[in-house]
Every structure is written in C-alpha cells, then in structure tokens.
C-alpha cells in the first residue's frame, strides 16, 4: 500500500499540470500581495482565487488521472491486493499531491506575507477543499466507465457548489425575505464546503460586521472555538462521505 501511494505521488508531482498549476498559484498569490496595499486586502482576493480555482483543479485532474488509469487500475485488481487498499492507496496519492501543490503555491506566501490565524485557517482551508474535491471526483468516476460522463459530473459538481448553488440560497432569501431565515442560511452554509470556507476566513477577518443580523448570527454559530472545530469537523465529513460512499462501490463494481 505505502508504495503504491508513493508511486502515485511521485507520478502525479513529475506531471507538467500539476507543476504549472503549482507555478501559477505561486505567482498569482505573490502578486496578489505585492498588489494590495494591506494584508487583509491581500487575503480577502485570495480567498476568491483559492474557492474558485482549488475545488475546480481538484475535481479535473482526479477525474482524468482516474480514466487514464483505469488499465493500471484493472492490472492492480488482478494482483493479490485487496480493492479496499487500491482505492485507499490512490485517494491518498492523489490528494496529498495536490495537497502539496497547493501549499507550495498558496502556502509558502501565505506564511511570508500573514502568518497570523486568519492566514492559517485560510491555508488549512485550502488544503481541505483540496481533499474534499478529490474525494468527489473519485466518486464522480467511481459511478461511471464513460469518460465523458464523469467529466460532465465532476464539472456539474463545480458549478453546483461554486455558482448554482448560491443561486438556489439568494432566491430562497428573496422569496422569504419577510420571514427570519438566518438560522436556516445557516444550516444551508453546512451542505456546501465552499460557503463554508468562505464563511470562516470572513469571520476571522471581521468582515461579518458588514453582513447584518445575518453576519452576528454566523459569528454566534461559527466564530467561537467551539464553532470553528465544528466547522472543520463539518468540512472532514464533507471528505469523508464522498470518499467512504465511492469505496463502497469500488468494491462492488465489476471492472
């Protein structure tokens, strides 16, 4: 199990993508900074580019990985290898992969530039959307042999967590808004990891001040300590499930 893991991770490292997508991380979060005349300022537009960029990276490049192994994977099945450690091992190679992309790319500026909590959740944040994602890419393609298909899934899980589903939230809002929603905003924010994150890093900056009643409920439900180990307790499910639910079916699934 740990060489395969070791091999997955060195193959996926020495891949072109994964390093211009490292490269670039690096160079837009350097230039983000040197941009903007604050720290928070700084952390604020790259909190955007991390909710945007991350969870999109994540779900592509898993899904492809995956389709293009899928005769490596087939091979390992035929070994003496339990379907259980094969799919384990991947997951694992593939999101500490990307997991470290991501902290060469964000993290190191990050740390330079704001090495304080807010710059910390954010990093820590980061990392988990990175391994929340892949989780639903191996789930996306687990349910799937048509390599179209799964693509379609993975970009419509995108779109769902990163677009539509806000859509859903600010029409819900407008329809009731003569009616106290903002407990029920706040159980929405838990079923989708995104808002989520979103939510954290504002907390920690004291930009809920500018969100209303809406905001001071937020920071009553996740700015204390408490709340923030919820928080993040919420987002390791959120890895979890996706994950547990795709090697379950893996186990199952006629290759």
């Not at 230039?31 to 909190?47: H, I």
């Not at 994150?197 to 001071?216: N, P």
């Not at 499910?237 to 006629?254: C, E, G, Q, T, Y």
């Amino acid at each position: 199990m740990n060489k395969l893991i070791k091999y997955v991770i060195t193959d996926i490292l020495r891949n072109k993508i994964v390093s211009i997508y490292t490269l670039l991380l690096f160079i837009i979060s350097f230039g983000v900074f040197q941009l903007d005349d604050t720290t928070n300022k700084g952390l604020l537009s790259l909190l955007n580019l991390v909710l945007f960029i991350v969870p999109l990276v994540s779900l592509i490049f898993s899904t492809i990985y995956l389709y293009n192994s899928a005769e490596f994977i087939e091979l390992l099945v035929s070994q003496p290898l339990g379907r259980k450690s094969i799919w384990l091992s991947l997951y694992t190679g593939v999101a500490v992969s990307l997991s470290i992309s991501f902290l060469l790319g964000t993290g190191i500026p990050i740390l330079l530039y704001s090495s304080d909590t807010t710059g910390t959740i954010l990093i820590i944040a980061g990392t988990l959307l990175t391994i929340i994602f892949v989780s639903l890419a191996f789930l996306a393609t687990v349910l799937t042999r048509d390599k179209a298909k799964g693509m379609g899934a993975s970009i419509f899980i995108w779109l769902y967590f990163s677009l539509i589903f806000d859509g859903l939230v600010l029409f819900l809002l407008f329809q009731f808004a003569d009616y106290p929603l903002e407990k029920i905003i706040v159980t929405l924010s838990t079923l989708n990891p995104i808002d989520l994150c979103r939510i954290l890093i504002l907390l920690q900056m004291d930009i809920s001040a500018l969100m209303g009643f809406t905001g001071a409920v937020f920071k009553n439900s996740f700015g204390t300590q408490s709340g923030l180990i919820f928080a993040f307790a919420l987002l390791v499910l959120w890895a979890l499930v996706p994950l547990l639910l795709s090697l379950k079916k893996f186990i199952k699934k006629d290759l």
